[in-house]
């Protein structure tokens, strides 16, 4: 397997292009099963979960061709002669399970691998159940295997999610779409991938009102029609080459980086100390003299605080002045980077949910191993600011997420390779 090694103490200075979001083209994608008329995507990320859900959408008989080097997804599922997401292709990507929705809608029934346990916690599929059930559905667990059916199709209803699920938002509203009537989900997820879903939703002729807040209302239609959508940029993407330059010190500008995307987290580095100016293309980041300043964090639903930025702050907060909290709301678990830091000189404690991070003036390079996705580019981070070298061993769960993160990062002067594995 690859690793990464990055020899910190480079200033970093220059522009980094911000990708569409990976979570936003993993909901966009299985979208195409509710049409029999194509759906083309642009700016789409091009990473190996994209990849995963490509593998999935072909195994069910629809059609994906990927264009100009992975940018354009143009996908058709006219053919479609699948409903049943095979264990193999679900246990790589939790996010395979947003094809159970759509499956539902159009089949009236499908058959969903449960993802099976994710190194950040347990992730239940609960909220996507009671949510479609809600809607009709009639759901049952054999072996491992969510079988779905909706014998006398999916019917507009109420839907009042007990947390606001990303993913169960998702299933719930590419079903609805097509239900019979009209569905209300209450307490639903608000993030600006949900909002980016529901416009491609509506290109396609669905009706749909409220995305964004926690009430979404859908009246169902019998059909929906092809369209072309941009994918909305990367939040996550933005967040962590935003901290890049606080860590390693000097400017650098994420083009196409928008605010209103990283409210709460732009806020946070606000008070740290960091300066963040909208320019005309992007959102500009300076680490103004000196050590970053410490500061609280808890993850929460947008808009608060993304829980996957929170390795990444953490990575921050390693070397800023003074004492940080940060407490994880979304997943248990999510601090396996805490002890890779710590091999790095970090101060850290864990306690449950809590971490508490001592800032050091400076961290060293060591051999880490990245543990998950957030967690791996986090240790890149801070290996920008060590002394010495980081390698970061077992990389795979990078390239799902950031695509091209060596040449990025090189391009506004960091000192980082990959090193092909055996
Ligand atoms: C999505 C994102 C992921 C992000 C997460 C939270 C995608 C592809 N992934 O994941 O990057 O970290 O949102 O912002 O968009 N839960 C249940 N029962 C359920 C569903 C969820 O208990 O049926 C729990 C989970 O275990 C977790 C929390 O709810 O603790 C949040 O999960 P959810 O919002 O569903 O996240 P995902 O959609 O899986």
């Known amino acids: 397997m690859d690793s990464i090694v990055v020899t910190g103490g480079r200033e970093l200075s220059g522009q980094i292009h ?23 995507l642009t700016n789409a990320p091009r990473l190996s979960d994209i990849k995963t859900m490509t593998l999935l959408l072909q195994s069910l008989g629809a059609e994906v061709t990927s264009m100009q080097g992975g940018k354009v997804l143009a996908m058709s599922s006219h053919g479609l002669n699948g409903d049943r997401a095979d264990y193999e292709i679900v246990r790589k990507m939790r996010a395979s399970n947003l094809v159970l929705g759509p499956l539902l809608a159009r089949h009236g029934q499908a058959v969903v691998s449960l993802p099976g346990g994710c190194a950040i916690g347990a992730r239940p599929m609960d909220i996507h159940i009671h949510a479609l059930e809600a809607l009709g559905a009639q759901i049952e667990l054999k072996e491992g295997y969510l079988h779905a059916v909706a014998p006398s199709g999916l019917k507009g209803a109420r839907v009042p999610l007990r947390f606001a ?5 998702e299933n719930t509203l590419m079903a609805a779409a ?19 879903l529901a416009t491609c939703l509506r290109k396609m002729g669905a009706q749909i009102e409220g995305d964004g807040t926690s009430t979404i209302t859908i009246q169902g239609v019998d059909r929906l029609h092809g369209a072309t959508h941009p994918v909305v940029i990367d939040r996550i993407e933005l967040g962590t080459y935003m901290l890049a330059p606080v860590i390693a010190g000097g400017e650098v500008e994420c083009v196409g980086g928008r605010m209103d995307l990283v409210t709460a987290f732009a806020e946070r580095l606000a ?3 960091v300066e963040v100016t909208e320019t005309p293309v992007g959102l500009k ?32 907060l390693c070397t800023a002045e003074g004492t940080s909290v940060l407490e994880e709301k979304i997943f248990e678990n999510r601090f396996m980077h805490a002890p890779e830091l710590i091999r790095m000189g970090a101060d850290i404690e864990v306690h449950g949910g809590t971490a508490t991070v001592h800032g050091v003036a400076r961290m060293k390079g060591a051999p880490v191993m990245a ?7 986090s240790l890149i981070l801070a290996g920008l600011a060590a002394e010495g070298t980081t390698q970061v061993n077992r990389v795979y769960h990078l390239d799902r997420g950031y695509e091209h993160v060596e040449d990025k990062l090189r391009a506004v002067g960091a000192d980082i390779e990959r090193v092909p594995g055996s």
């Open 165 to 169: 699920s990303v993913g169960a938002t």
């Open 178 to 196: 097509l239900a019979k009537g009209t569905t209300i989900i209450e307490n639903a997820a608000r993030e600006p991938e949900i909002v980016d």
């Open 285 to 316: 980041v300076r680490r103004a003299n000196g050590r970053p300043h410490a500061v609280d964090v808890v993850t929460e639903p947008f808009p608060g605080f993304p829980t996957d930025l929170q390795a990444q702050m953490m990575a921050m």
């Open 18 to 40: 911000i990708a569409g979001a990976k979570n936003a083209a993993l909901t966009l994608m299985p979208a195409t099963l509710l049409s029999e008329e194509p759906l083309t």
């Open 371 to 377: 543990t998950d996705l957030r967690a791996s580019v």
């Open 271 to 273: 008070q740290a100390g």
